[in-house]
């Protein structure tokens, strides 16, 4: 099975509520979709979403990084040869971790489909079922608690709430959504950066005090101030989440060795794809520290990849935010993995299953 062709779409998918963090807002998902064909008819679909403020990736980054520098380095390839392709991709030019994971992602479709397999198992195997939260956007702290009162009663049990506005309304949000819903739902905090180290001890042991368990914080300071995740690390009895701070395999070894944060946020589109992914979460379990799986603005396309690599090292990777296709209005893809609210179930089909994707709108060559 080789490659003989790349194709770009863009797909558009609005989102049921606007979608609201300390860094941004969105109301559509908006994503290049990545179609590889071979010579044996077989199609293998990728997915990058332009989240430029967090990975600095655009839609014409995307565009241009897949079309000048990775393309041509692919046609002809054997999907056999998948470490070799890896590898192809990973080098074909400096970050632009988008549009690496798209490619990656559709070339282990492929890979899955030449063996007849569901991904997951080619990737080592495990439990094909698996539960997700969702995230409530930072808003007024009525329509905040509102919301999670809504996603508790459609089943879901971990919610993570987004934070990082203004120091003081982010104590109260908080004191409100865990008084609300206390008992039903787990709920995890993800500042987006928005707060300084101080802010985040002072905000963490305000809520400690006052008897809000939180299963973890995410993100409390700017992405490039390790120093700062590992003084709040240091100072709070919650588990803080590296989310931002850390892409790669490398940055991750960094983290642990420095003990910057207890728990590691993997997403395929920090990481540039599948294989760096695996490599952190067997980094992680050597070092027996535990991971999440989360991801961006995406549709099912991708996400359905993030499910595969969690069922697959579902030892380490113990949290699952992969709720992007549970924030969309519709599920443009037919075929695959299951996305119904809280629970994800992979099928048995080859790869990642996709059968048919709706509402491409192709990209001229
Ligand atoms: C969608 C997911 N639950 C999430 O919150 N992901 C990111 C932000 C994604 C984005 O801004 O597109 C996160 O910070 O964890
Ligand atoms: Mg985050």
Known sequence: MRITDIRLSMLRVPLKTPFKTALR???????????????????????????????????????????????????????????????????????????????????????????????????GGGDPVITTDITISVDYIDKMVADSLAAVERGFESLKIKVGKDIGVDIERTKAIYAAVEGRALLRLDANQGWTAKQAVYAIQALEDAGVHLELVEQPVKAQDLEGLKYVTERVHTPIMADESV????????????????????????????????????????????????????????????????????????????????????????????????EITITDSPGLGIREIRGLQPLAA
Do not use: W
Request: charge should be negative.
């Open 25 to 123: 807002t969105v109301e559509t998902v908006e994503d290049i979709v990545v179609a590889i064909h071979t010579d044996t008819g077989h199609v293998g679909y990728g997915e990058a979403p332009a989240t430029a403020v967090i990975t600095g990736d655009t839609h014409g980054s995307i565009v241009e990084a897949i079309r000048k520098f990775i393309q041509p380095r692919l046609i002809g390839a054997e999907i056999a040869d998948l470490n070799r392709i890896t590898q192809l991709i990973q080098t074909a030019l400096e970050k632009n971790f988008s549009a690496k994971a798209a490619v990656e992602i559709a070339v282990y479709d492929l890979f899955g489909q030449l063996y007849n397999a569901p991904l997951y198992k080619m990737l």
């Open 247 to 342: 892409f790669g395999p490398i940055e991750v070894i960094e983290l642990i060795k420095l003990r910057a944060a207890d728990i590691i946020n993997i997403k395929l589109m920090k990481t540039g794809g599948i294989s760096n992914a695996i490599r952190i979460a067997d980094i992680a379990a050597l070092y027996q520290v535990e991971c999440m799986i989360g991801c961006m603005i995406e549709t099912s396309i991708s996400v359905s990849a993030a499910v595969h690599v969690a069922v697959a090292k579902s030892g380490v990777i113990t949290k699952v935010d992969l709720d992007g296709p549970s924030l969309c209005q519709f599920n443009p893809v037919d075929g695959g993995v299951l996305f119904n609210e809280s």
